[in-house]
């Protein structure tokens, strides 16, 4: 019951500052070219130092590293269920190409950084549940610039040296080299982690801000209309975060499968995230509807608000 109000706490405190940021934007304080700073100095700087210095504080144990695998394990039978999820919805509904593209990724990939990410460490004080929510990102961001690029390009003009270029970012580089300090046991002195972790802190409330900035000038009226978003809705926020729950609470009591409840509780959370912000990007760069890209994210997210506590009392009670 605790752990459940302090979901809903962060989620409400995580509302406030998103509806700070629309009123930024509102005002014109957020602009466009103050959304593009925010946006980069969060992927490029502070969430890869609150990655970083979270994993080079964890401490090894057997149990750590055996949760760490299955977490890879059933976050790649996550982006499966959601993928075969988009793309039957997409065809029921027939969506022309450059829509049934945007529906089928959205349907995938959700928003662990700027949401996912902030949540998380809200909800567990322990470093431990940051390196699940980094594993999580690490698949999806394997995925983000391999398939997601495949199914919007149809591998046109798609380099093999593109996509890797794309996966050798900031955040990978952080997690592989927080995993190296992690597995040698060695940490920052103390005079040099402590600015890192102080700017690591300001990941959340930047990530937020960001959010509620870009979920502004975006037509309610013609969301509404859209049925093909409910069943994507219901499908990401909902049925495929509770279909892993079964699947996984399943092998955990029949199959002899050791998989921690917190490690558990991080994969099903993230995969309820509300659709990713960067599809809407990667979709105005490969031709794709951009416009609908963005109404998944508002509508999404305004759900999420409830759907999240309502995907955690799940977990708790199943």
């Known amino acids: 019951m605790m752990q459940s109000q302090v979901i809903v706490e962060q989620i409400i405190i995580a509302g406030i500052i998103v509806f700070a940021g629309a009123v930024g934007s509102w005002l014109r304080v957020i602009n466009e070219s103050v959304k593009g700073a925010v946006s980069r100095l969060v992927f490029n700087i502070s969430l890869p130092l609150l990655i970083l210095t979270t994993l080079s504080r964890l401490e090894m144990s057997g149990e750590l590293i055996a949760n760490g695998f299955w977490a890879i394990i059933f976050s790649l039978l996550s982006f499966l269920l959601l993928h075969l999820a988009g793309r039957f919805t997409a065809l029921a509904f027939r969506l022309p190409e450059r829509s049934a593209a945007v529906h089928e990724l959205h349907t995938m990939f959700g928003n662990v950084v700027f949401l996912g990410f902030p949540l ?33 390009k149809q591998q046109r003009q798609v380099s093999f040296h593109q996509r890797f270029a794309n996966l050798l970012n900031p955040n990978t580089a952080a997690f592989a080299i927080g995993l190296l300090l992690f597995f040698v046991q060695w940490r920052f002195p103390r005079i040099i982690e402590t600015p890192l972790r102080s700017i690591g802190a300001v990941t959340s409330p930047l ?112």
């Open 120 to 152: 998380i460490a809200a909800l567990y004080q322990q470093e431990e549940a940051l390196f699940f929510a980094s594993v999580f990102y690490m698949v999806s961001s394997f995925l983000q610039w391999t398939y997601a690029v495949f199914r919007l």
């Open 207 to 318: 990530a937020l801000l960001y959010i509620g900035a870009s979920l502004t000038g975006i037509r309610l009226k013609r969301i509404i209309k859209r049925f093909d978003l409910y069943a994507l809705t219901l499908n990401k926020l909902i049925v495929i975060p509770v279909v892993l729950l079964v699947i996984i609470n399943f092998l955990v009591r029949h199959t002899g499968v050791e998989f921690g409840e917190m490690a558990k509780t991080v994969i099903i959370l993230e995969t309820a995230m509300p659709c990713m912000n960067m599809i809407v990007i990667m979709a105005r760069n490969y031709g794709a509807d951009d416009e609908r890209a963005s109404e998944n994210v508002l509508f999404t997210t305004l759900l999420s608000v409830v759907t999240l506590p309502m995907v955690y009392y799940l977990i708790t009670i199943f």
